[in-house]
């Protein structure tokens, strides 16, 4: 199906469902109980789950397939915002131009960074790419003020000149107000809701257009991890001395594998502007470029899917996790007699809400130590158990004693 | 003139003349033994002629074309195809990955950018990887990881990663050190039917004898960098000076 194994597509079609269904599925509790708090299923952050996602299945093609560790991704990133937010401001307020021109020139600027920090492996890789995208950070917040913005950032406004015809989301004003991103009418920020019993569910434009830029990607993803320029970069991973002597020059593969892995990156920071018009160079510093080094190998460096579940399950830390506060932790151990419960909420109050990092960080380590192929080696452990129990009572070699 | 000419060629490491003024001349369609002590250079000549060192002076030509400036790529797809003294292969990948990059390569040049249709469409890659495997022997090995297997298995795939290329010249670094009797015997058998069939012209270095024996119309002796004779087996076997290079070994 659609060129790819039954596994593969088995694997497309389940994130498909996840993908489609994720309104209902974050959104498990009731709007009135006391656990509505933890319902995700809202549209800023479930768009921030399928965009984090692309930023991370890009970022794996580097780094699973051939092990170059990038700190500068987040330069693409940002760089595909600001890109877009001037399509937003030039030409229209449809969302098309802004991801394509995000895309093309993430292309160009991880052209330009790759050629050079290729030229060195490991850890020097690393620090060029870091060197870079530092570089890239402190440009837009100081001498490229023109264009980024600097440190108030960028954002549409009634002044953009917007000068594509009317139908095509160009004009600068809409009634007065400024234009919101829209496809072809359609705005991003639009969602209706609807209400099951107790339950709300929220279904929102912008996270479905972004969902499905997201599903293409993974689906590219597969086909790139499945053909032959995949299995070379591999090879890059596994012997890049013995390639050459088996006649394959490594600089082209690895060179565009890294404008491959920046253009996605760049159609991240594109859906980024596209949802929620603004961008400042924050979205460049060296953090964001972190954050999805610990998505791709919390999920599974390598995998196809682990990258989106490390970005789902750090967004969902960032702003679900970190909101549990001391009086949510007092509800929950209320039960216990007084001084234990003190005891208790003291003791965990450290771990969650604002202290919501050091979770993350022993999670990050336990993963690294126990699990190095991430959430995904958990998931296939657990299939295992789980294959060799229903399997004990149908073989009976297993000896009495 | 050979396939392979190698004139005049020194390499000094430091202070230590690794060659010095080594000549051979391999003929095409031939099997060519480089024997000698531990140390002798006999590696160091290799990676001169595969783009790994670049001679102090001297030329090296293959096929009427200097190999020299040359980028070790570039060489492969010149022709030479060379198997490690030390098992270098793909070894995060399975048997089966690592004789299909080599397919690849030859036949779709240094690079190539198809990231959208599947290796497994490639139906001529999978053949020729699938044929070379029954020729070394490891079919029922294709999926396994190949760092899992024996160091025998890691050299036979090495030298069948070598071999699916049809290179014109394969240079073999001790290509059956570490292996079992009966895989070197095999292993013969191969290179023999290699050169025979498909008319690979080969260097090998090794130092066991039986091999050499089997294998070499010529051989040449090195010993501390430089050639000592060049002869057929039959008169290398008695020859005062290659007693004296090996003697020589002993006594240190
Ligand atoms: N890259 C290098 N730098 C410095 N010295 C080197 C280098 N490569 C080889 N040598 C030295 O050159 C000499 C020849 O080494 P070489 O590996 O060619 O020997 P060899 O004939 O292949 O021996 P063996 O049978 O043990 O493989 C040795 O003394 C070695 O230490
Ligand atoms: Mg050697």
């Known amino acids: 199906m659609l060129g790819l194994t039954k596994k593969d597509f088995g694997l497309l079609l389940i994130v498909a469902v996840l993908v489609i269904a994720a309104p209902i ?66 030409l229209s307020i449809n969302v098309i131009p802004a991801i394509i021109f995000s895309v093309i020139i993430a292309g160009i600027l991880s052209l330009a960074i790759g050629w050079i920090s290729l030229r060195r492996s490991g850890i020097y890789f690393s620090i060029l790419t870091l060197a870079f995208a530092q570089m890239a950070f402190s440009l837009a917040a100081s001498v490229l003020t023109p264009i980024t913005g600097g440190e108030t950032g960028l954002q549409t406004s009634l002044s953009d000149p917007r000068i594509l015809p009317e139908f095509l989301g160009g004009g600068s004003s809409d009634g007065g107000n400024i234009p919101k991103p829209s496809l072809f009418g359609i705005e991003m920020g639009a969602s209706w809701d609807v209400a099951v019993g107790p339950w709300l569910w929220t279904f929102n434009w912008g996270y479905y257009i972004a969902g499905i830029v997201m599903l293409i990607s993974f689906y590219i993803a597969i086909r790139l991890f499945r053909s032959p320029f995949g299995l070379m970069l591999k090879a890059v991973k596994s012997n890049q001395h013995r390639m050459s002597y088996t006649g394959l020059n490594t600089k082209p593969y690895m060179l565009a594998c890294f404008v491959i892995s920046g253009m996605f990156a760049g159609l991240a920071g594109g859906l980024m502007a596209a949802m929620d018009p603004q961008v400042g160079a924050e979205r460049m510093q060296w953090t964001a470029s972190g954050e999805v080094v610990l998505m791709t190998i919390l999920g599974g460096a390598g995998t196809l899917i682990g990258p989106v579940l490390g970005a789902g399950l750090i967004k969902y830390f960032e702003n679900i996790f970190s909101k549990i506060n001391k009086a949510t932790l007092e509800g929950w151990f209320a039960f216990m007699p007084d001084g234990m419960s003190d005891f208790f909420v003291t003791i965990v109050y450290p771990f969650v809400g604002k202290g919501w990092h050091l979770t993350l960080g022993l999670m990050f380590m336990a993963v690294i130590i126990f699990l190095p192929g991430g959430l995904v080696e958990l998931g296939q452990r657990f299939g295992r158990l789980f294959k060799r129990k229903s399997a004990t009572p149908a073989g009976e070699t297993t000896p009495a004693e | ?116 249709n599947p290796v497994r469409k490639n139906r001529d890659i999978h053949d020729m990887a699938e044929a070379i495997l029954v020729d070394v022997n490891m079919q029922d090995k294709r999926h396994m990881t190949a760092s899992s297997l024996s160091r025998g298995d890691k050299r036979r795939l090495e030298m069948a990663m070598c071999l699916v290329q049809q290179p014109r010249l394969l240079l073999l670094d001790e290509p059956t050190a570490g292996m079992a009797r009966a895989d070197t015997n095999n292993t013969i058998d191969l290179l023999k039917e290699i050169n025979e069939k498909r008319d690979i012209t080969m260097a090998i270095i090794e130092h066991d004898m039986h091999v050499v024996f089997s294998l070499a119309e010529r051989i040449t002796v090195l010993a501390q960098g430089t050639p000592l004779v060049e002869e057929t087996p039959e008169n290398i076997k008695g020859h005062p000076k290659v007693r004296e290079a090996y003697l020589g070994e002993a006594q240190v």
């Open chain 1, 25 to 90: 599925l974050l959104n498990p509790f009731p709007v009135d109980s006391s656990m509505a708090q933890f319902n995700a299923g809202y549209p800023d952050l479930m768009q921030r789950f399928v965009i984090f996602g692309i930023f991370a299945i890009g970022f794996n093609i580097l780094f699973g397939l051939t092990g170059y560790l990038s700190f500068g991704h987040a330069a693409f990133l940002g760089c595909g915002s600001y890109a877009g937010m001037w399509m937003l401001k030039l």
């Open chain 2, 1 to 116: 003139m050979g396939i392979l000419e190698v004139k005049g060629v020194n390499k000094r490491f430091g202070g230590l003349q690794a060659l010095g003024d080594v000549n051979l001349s391999v003929q095409e369609n031939s099997v060519h033994a480089i024997i000698g002590p531990n140390g002798a250079g006999k590696s160091t000549l290799l990676n001169c002629l595969v783009g790994k060192l670049i001679p102090d002076t001297g030329s090296v030509m293959f096929d009427g074309q200097s190999v020299l400036g040359r980028t070790p790529y570039e060489i492969n797809q010149m022709g030479i195809s060379r198997v490690f003294q030390t098992p270098e292969i793909f070894a995060d990948l399975t048997v089966f990955e690592n004789v299909m990059i080599p397919c690849f390569a030859k036949r779709d040049g240094a690079f190539s950018l198809q990231a959208y």
